[in-house]
């Protein structure tokens, strides 16, 4: 294994001081608890955005919650690209509120417009719930795009971790006609192969904080069946093919057991002919991105994909003559 950032090493080193159990040892409720507890420790202060506010919409089972904002120095008119963001936690954490600091980053990075979507959670509604509640959010934010001051043609999906896992499934949905086109797909640490069948996962199995044993225990929480879990829907590096899928940027990180199948992801992607860029944080664990207020490089980190969200959604800036 490659050796962690200092930075990195500090954290874990506080981690095991404070004695905090993991979470395949508390009940859904208590891990959630613990997640979002977590946020003032590990996260910087949420930064200021033009607009922010909570939405509603209708879902496969009820209201969906939605949080949009609209990235600081934009217009109160200005029609934006759009930033579809699924926030990650195994689909059992995570909530609006967790990503709040992300999504503002992004949303005044990338200069767009970014919804963050309240999808269903294990082991409450188990797959295809978040699938579905993900793909009508994307359904309707394009329905929706003129009172929402969005331009449907400039809508990109993103996610961390398991909320990479439904914008991975989402691109396959828009490249097949079910949902309307995508024009990027932001993957950070995404899970794409719920099999747990990759060697990361036979390394990265103690010391930090999303261990093997912890990865095993939001699965079974979201796919009890096995069996579900080869469906391309919760495996998207299962699905037939991948071609035709919108162009990404996928993040990696070394200490992390999803670190091979998220490169296996991009390599595959690239092999059949999407075009993507891999950044591969060799020196970091996974959550990288919501540990900025310990974690010094999260803040270049962020400021890339932003960077990269914002290219592809507003095209490259034109040099000065």
């Known amino acids: 294994m490659p050796a962690l950032h200092p930075d990195a090493v ?122 579905e509640d993900a793909a009508a959010s994307l359904a309707w934010t394009a329905a929706h795009a003129a009172e929402l001051r969005i331009d449907p043609a400039r809508i990109a999906v993103g996610g961390d971790s398991s909320g990479g896992n439904l914008a991975a499934v989402l691109g396959l949905m828009s490249r097949d006609g079910t949902l309307p086109r995508t024009v990027f797909q932001l993957l950070i640490y995404p899970a794409v192969d719920l099999t747990m069948t990759s060697e990361s996962y036979e390394r990265v199995t103690a010391g930090v904080p999303l261990t093997a044993r912890t990865m095993r225990y939001f699965i079974e929480l979201y796919t009890p069946d096995p069996q579900q879990r080869t469906d391309w829907r919760a495996s998207p590096l299962r699905a037939a093919s991948v071609a035709g899928a919108p162009p990404a940027l996928v993040v990696t990180a070394a200490h992390d057991p999803l670190c091979d199948e998220g490169r296996a992801y991009a390599y595959r992607l690239e092999r059949e002919g999407v075009r993507v860029t891999a950044l591969h944080l060799g020196e970091h664990t996974h959550g990288v991105f919501t540990m900025g207020k310990v974690i010094g490089p999260t803040e270049l980190y962020t400021q890339f994909v932003g960077s990269a969200v914002r290219e592809a959604l507003h095209g490259r800036p034109k040099q000065a003559a």
């Open 10 to 131: 500090q954290l874990l080193d506080l981690m095991r001081a404070a004695g905090r159990p993991p979470f395949e040892e508390l009940t859904p409720a208590e891990a959630r608890r613990a997640y979002l507890a977590s946020r003032d420790i590990l996260q910087p202060p949420p930064p200021p955005v033009a607009e922010v506010r909570d939405l509603a919409m209708p879902g496969p089972a009820g209201e969906i919650r939605l949080r949009l904002y609209r990235g600081a120095g934009t217009a109160a008119g200005e029609v934006l690209p759009c930033l579809l963001f699924l926030h990650g936690g195994g689909w059992v954490i995570g909530d609006l509120d967790s990503h709040d600091g992300v999504c503002r980053r992004l949303a005044n990075d990338a200069a767009c417009c970014v919804v963050a979507v309240d999808y269903r959670r294990a082991p409450e509604h188990r797959f295809p719930a978040g699938v």
